[in-house]
């Protein structure tokens, strides 16, 4: 695109996202991951930078808006609980590694064609300029860095960035005057084009509705997938609250309304939303007076960022970029959970070498398989009465008898589709250790959700107790996890008195329901009841049915 629809993405669309977002502090417009998928989408079907190119831009981004604002209103938002706050952690702190690394040519004063943008041509295209590094770039960026640094440190009520700039500036222009121009040779931002917006109309007809819709489809998620990982990740550093379903609509409008201010395709700006929470922004307004200010500046100081070093700028995006790094955050994960750590350097070793719409999938999709490897394995337990307690409350303890006619598990988490070859393979190998105990009572305190396939699941392992001579019981379960049973009519085939509502409820009537032959020679006694069974008792309608 023309470099003027960058500085057109940064005005409207900003205003309009902020204004009807959810975000308190993250700022819209022209980003280098949105515009590479962008590029690589249209310059197929145009000439890049030509009026029909312009054109197909402005039109996918109508598309890519009335995309998101559908997705919006019908409450897709709630996606936004699948990224993985450890996603969002990789992803941000990639993402700051790839700015100081696009941005370590302007510090070291270098100047050459930067390529396709890897990270790994950054480092590579650096190493073969290192010869021209330009010391005096060099002075101001670090000067930059530290008047940033120091005024955050004595006087963070300024706005620090601002007067680190201005103090970049004038180390350049006092460098330049004491020295010579041509001595310090230090390369400045230019010059931009003194413009407003020009209105503009998609192009929407049949021929550019098939060819434009898989790049909308792509560049729908991918725009939203950027604006919210940012978004969350501003959110929990201020601890403020975040609504999916109406970032997704303030998205879907900015870039709607965009499309008729001639401006491209916009969403979530990590260098802007950074340098947004490092300058003290509290509310969406810091993002609107940005746009607003955006247009008196294009109009009359455009003129002024030909005296911007881009040494001070490269300087100005490292703080921000460091600020995006939680290194506290990232020894805590490290250091509690294994699977987060995992999701932590796979999406941040995707960010850096992946396209970055590909890295915050790649770590979406890792969270829900160790989210699915998860809940498809739930905890199933033994359980034996303790003789220490009283009451005989349940514990788990290996060490103590169990009944040898009634084994006792409880089941943590769901009993579903995903999760029935583990229960169902945990539940037998716990019965054949002991073949003996022929009756098995489950706790279902436990259980979350019962699907159809779990509820076939309970009713055939009925059946099977039944067949060997015992029966299935269960004790405590959820009320709306047994309505799901009577729906389904499962509960009968289980049997409803074999359902107990309380633990004490449960033992007194599947007592009576054991073999009370086994019961006189059982030493375990584990059972209130098995108190009511002397030894060697005389069981007269036992002894009937043995005549």
């Not at 995309?67 to 897709?76: A, E, P």
């Not at 074999?498 to 054991?514: D, M, P, V």
Request: glycine residues 8%; hydrophobic residues 50%; aromatic residues 10%.
């Amino acid at each position: 695109m023309p470099p003027q629809y960058g500085l057109y993405t940064g005005m409207v669309p900003a205003i309009i996202a902020a204004l009807f977002g959810s975000s308190w502090l993250l700022v819209s417009g022209p980003t280098t991951a949105a515009s590479l998928v962008l590029f690589s989408s249209l310059s197929q079907h145009a000439v890049p930078g030509s009026q029909e190119y312009v054109l197909l831009a402005i039109t996918v981004t109508f598309m890519v808006g009335l995309i998101q604002l559908s997705m919006g209103l019908v409450r897709f938002g709630s996606l936004v609980n699948f990224i993985s706050h450890s996603v969002v952690v990789g992803f941000t702190t990639g993402a700051a590694v790839l700015i100081i690394a696009s941005q370590l040519k302007h510090f070291l004063g270098l100047s050459y064609e930067s390529g396709q943008g890897h990270i790994q041509d950054t480092f590579y295209n650096l190493f073969l300029n290192l010869n021209q590094i330009n010391t005096y770039a060099i002075v101001v960026g670090v000067i930059t860095i530290a008047a940033g640094i120091g005024m955050r440190l004595y006087k963070p009520s300024l706005p620090s960035m601002i007067i680190a700039m201005i103090v970049g500036g004038l180390a350049a222009f006092a460098l330049s005057v004491t020295l010579g121009k041509e001595v310090v040779n230090i390369a400045v931002v230019g010059a931009m084009p003194a413009t407003l917006p020009p209105l503009s109309m998609p192009s929407i007809n049949l021929t550019n509705i098939k060819i434009l819709v898989p790049t909308a489809l792509a560049m729908a998620l991918f725009a939203l997938v950027e604006a919210v990982s940012i978004a969350r990740s501003l959110a929990d550093k201020t601890d403020k609250d975040f609504d999916g379903n109406q970032e997704f609509i303030g998205q879907g409008l900015s870039n709607i309304v965009g499309s008729f201010f001639s401006s491209y395709v916009a969403t979530g700006s990590f260098n802007r939303s950074g340098m947004n929470y490092e300058a003290g922004a509290k509310t969406p307004l810091a993002a609107v007076f940005a746009g607003l200010i955006l247009i008196p500046v294009v109009l009359y100081l455009a003129p002024l960022a030909g005296y911007l070093p881009k040494s001070t700028l490269a300087g100005i995006l490292f703080l921000v970029a460091w600020r995006l790094v939680d290194p506290a955050h990232i020894l805590k994960i490290f250091r509690t959970s294994f699977t987060e750590s995992i999701i932590v350097v796979s999406t941040f070793l995707a960010t850096l070498f992946l396209e970055l719409q590909f890295a915050i999938l790649l770590g979406i999709m890792i969270s829900l398989a160790i989210y699915l490897n998860r809940t498809s394995h739930p905890h199933i337990i033994a359980r034996v009465p303790d003789p220490y307690s009283p009451s005989r409350s349940f514990t788990t303890n290996p060490a103590l008898p169990e009944c040898p006619q009634l084994k006792i598990v409880r089941i943590d988490g769901s009993i579903y589709f995903g999760a029935i070859h583990h229960v169902k393979s945990s539940l037998h190998e716990l019965m054949n250790t002991h073949p003996e105990q022929k009756s098995l009572l489950i706790v279902g305190s436990g259980i979350n959700f019962i699907d159809m396939t779990g509820a076939e699941l309970l009713s055939n392992l009925a059946h099977e107790r039944r067949e060997a001579g015992g029966d299935l019981y269960f004790y405590d379960m959820k009320e709306d996890i047994c309505s799901h049973f009577k729906f389904l009519e499962y509960l009968l085939d289980i049997g409803l008195d074999n359902i107990f509502i309380s633990k004490k409820e449960a033992i007194a009537e599947i007592f009576n329901r054991l073999d009370p032959k086994i019961c006189r020679r059982c030493k375990a006694r584990i059972f209130l009841e098995c108190r009511t069974i002397a030894p060697g008792a005389r069981d007269e309608n036992t002894d009937l049915r043995d005549d």
